[in-house]
């Protein structure tokens, strides 16, 4: 989940990741939202900065995601693999710098430049994303909001040949773990400087079982030292959430960074993913 300006680096990280893994046999599939503060949030919470509040609409990105998007890249991997079209892999003319482009179709209205059909190469389903311009319903704190439960048959490895990931930069970070507690579509989760300060987070992981496999967490080493006193609770979210993990009996690892929260954004989530690529073959025997 990427925001207009986080496009730009899709395509070194996609390279990032196949180093790091060592394999080309995987498919990045970015899908685009708006306002990541208000798209990509599980609940309402204050805001921060002066800014104003998280809007919590995290459920219906959800929904959005798993009823409309994955099913899309499905189709169009299916269509790639049978050679009927080809992956996109030049990101600079998927988005106008100015005017946006209203896509309802990946397959014949993006524009760009064709990639090779090799395996590993990757695509961006644009769209304009779910539609958020209502009142989520939720009240100011409220944990008790998800995403309607989804049939996950199609994601299921025996069925499709298919093993989701969901990853993400620090509030999309924190939706990709938030979402492992909806779903159990995911078989990993890989949360790069994930946003822990966020309000009643670790409460919830606490008091709910996550429904994946394998969780990869990792932090700046300076990103606790921040002024804000609320985003200054991120060293201890996240220490938290790894013992929450740890006891909780999954496949996971904690990872600390050089640097602040705003460094190395596309490197810190390809070590994710390519961890998650790492490990599939311990799932593989687990299955």
């Known amino acids: 989940m990427v925001e207009r300006h986080q496009v730009r680096f899709i395509d070194k990280e996609t390279a990032m990741i196949r180093e790091l893994a060592g394999t080309d046999d995987f498919l990045l599939a970015c899908v685009r939202v708006a306002d990541c503060n208000e798209d990509l949030t599980p609940w309402v919470a ?10 919590g609409l995290g459920p219906q990105t959800l929904d959005y995601l ?6 899309q890249i499905l189709r169009e991997r299916d269509l790639a693999l049978a050679g009927v079209i080809e992956p996109y892999s030049d990101f600079s003319s998927l988005f106008p710098p100015v005017q946006e482009a209203n896509s309802s179709s990946p397959v014949d209205s993006r524009p760009g430049t064709p990639a090779d059909s ?6 961006v389903s644009p769209a304009d994303g779910p539609d958020t311009s209502h009142d989520s319903g939720a009240p100011r704190g409220d944990r008790t909001s998800s995403a309607p439960h989804i049939d996950s048959a199609f994601a299921d490895p025996v069925t499709s040949g298919v093993r989701f990931f969901l990853g993400g930069y620090s509030i999309g970070a924190l939706f990709a773990l938030w979402t492992a507690y909806q779903t159990d579509i995911f078989s990993g989760i890989a949360a790069a400087s994930p946003s822990l300060w966020y309000p009643d987070f670790i ?11 394998a969780v990869y967490l990792s932090i700046g080493t300076k990103e606790e030292a921040i002024r804000n006193r609320v985003m200054s609770r991120v060293g201890d979210g996240i220490r938290a959430a790894d013992a929450i993990l740890s006891r909780q009996g999954i496949l996971k690892t904690f990872e600390w960074n050089q640097g602040k929260h705003f460094q190395d954004q596309e490197k810190r989530t390809a070590m994710g993913f390519a961890w998650l690529l790492k490990n599939r073959f311990a799932w593989t025997l687990l299955d």
């Open 46 to 55: 204050p805001g921060i900065f002066g800014k104003s509040d998280f809007s």
């Open 66 to 71: 798993l009823h409309e998007m994955i099913p």
């Open 118 to 123: 090799r395996p590993g190469s990757h695509f």
């Open 203 to 213: 409460e919830y992981m606490e008091d709910n079982q996550i429904l994946t496999d």
